[in-house]
């Protein structure tokens, strides 16, 4: 199984609420990502974890929260957000801290609207 | 600082013609070479990679070539079909850094025409 699936697929926010992108992997990677990518751009890492610590976290503001349960869940917490946070939520996962070798398995993203 | 340039897109095709999508980087050492190709509505596959010098990373009929001297890894297909539209992001890792910070280059956008 070399599937990373996201949910949901599309979601759409008031500046206001709460909601939560999910995110998993049965490959027994042990680095996971969330990236953000705005149209006809490419993406921009937001975290990294690896072994389920937070590794990697790119300046992003404080209402994007992550959080990793276990080594094949991750999630991202959303508070708050602005119109300009529109854009599709890519989870990606690879093998573990060790080389700069391995590929990314990315899922197929949860496109975002802030109304 | 690590960079990664692609030739700008949109490139637009016909069927069974020959593609090359040009990729330079900038590292130091000896980065991990990626191309990742996005097609409409999805999230980003492999395509292919290369690891050291001189490596040529194949898959799908696409074919590109880690070559030092020049820092490049061009994209290149000997016939593209209408299938193959779809965004094309070259990426490096740069080497002591875990591995965990993709620099992806802009994105080359293809359209093939029947």
């Known amino acids: 199984d070399t599937e990373v699936t996201q949910t949901p697929k599309h979601l759409v926010m008031g500046m206001t609420n709460k909601k939560s992108l999910k995110c998993e992997q049965h490959m027994g990677h042990r680095a996971m990502y969330w990236y953000k990518q705005k149209a006809k751009k490419p993406p921009e890492l937001m975290f990294v974890y690896s072994y389920e610590k937070l590794s990697i976290n790119e300046s992003v503001p404080s209402r994007f929260s992550p959080e990793c349960p276990n080594s094949s869940l991750l999630n991202l917490h959303l508070h708050a957000l602005q119109p300009e946070d529109s854009a599709l939520y890519l989870c990606?996962?690879?093998?573990?801290?060790?080389?700069?070798?391995?590929?990314?398995?990315f899922g197929p993203g949860t496109r975002l609207t802030v109304t | 600082g690590n960079s990664v340039t692609q030739m700008e897109g949109p490139v637009t095709l016909s069927e069974e013609a020959f593609l090359t999508i040009n990729c330079t980087y900038t590292a130091t050492g000896y980065p991990s070479l990626f191309w990742y190709v996005q097609y409409p509505g999805e999230g980003l596959q492999l395509l292919l990679k290369a690891t050291k010098a001189d490596d040529k990373g194949s898959n799908k009929g696409f074919e590109a070539t880690y070559r030092k001297e020049t820092t490049s890894f061009h994209l290149e297909k000997g016939s593209v079909q209408v299938s193959d539209s779809a965004v094309y992001f070259c990426?490096?890792?740069?080497?002591?850094?875990?591995?965990?910070?993709?620099?992806f280059g802009a994105g080359t956008r293809l359209f093939v025409k029947a």
């Open positions: 990426a490096l890792t740069p080497p002591n850094t875990g591995g965990f910070k993709t620099i």
């Open positions: 990606a996962s690879s093998q573990d801290y060790g080389g700069s070798s391995y590929e990314q398995y």
